[in-house]
């Protein structure tokens, strides 16, 4: 089994990658219902939110063999941070294979 790759998001492709992870991930899942594409984009700072007018996400893609197999993205909430003064960082969007080195690969990405 080869190595876990986990990069930050930067370029257009990548963003539409993470965007498409879960249809990949949960094809015949009877139970997931499919996120707003547009509300998505918001959500993760890649279109016009008021929440990052302040605040930062950075999201990543986890690759195995070149194929995406997780996503995660880690936010930095300066109101959050300056309300309860405790420096706290925020993870979402966490979605992977069932793999533990993929877990921990996106896991360890957002508290780097």
Not at 4 to 21: A, D, H, I, Y
Not at 80 to 88: F, L, M, N, Q, V
Request: hydrophobic content about 40%.
């Amino acid at each position: 089994m080869s190595q876990v790759v986990v990069n930050p998001v930067s370029t257009w492709w990548e963003k539409r990658r993470f965007l498409s992870f879960p249809w990949r991930l949960y094809p015949s899942d009877p139970n997931w219902i499919p996120p707003i594409r547009m509300d998505q984009e918001e959500m993760v700072g890649y279109r016009d939110h008021p929440f990052y007018k302040r605040n930062r996400a950075q999201t990543f893609l986890a690759r195995r063999n070149g194929e995406v197999c997780g996503r995660v993205a880690a936010i930095l909430n300066h109101d959050h941070i300056e309300c309860h003064a405790d420096g706290r960082g925020f993870f979402g969007f966490f979605e992977c294979v069932e793999d533990q080195e993929t877990a921990n690969a996106l896991l360890d990405a957002v508290e780097t």
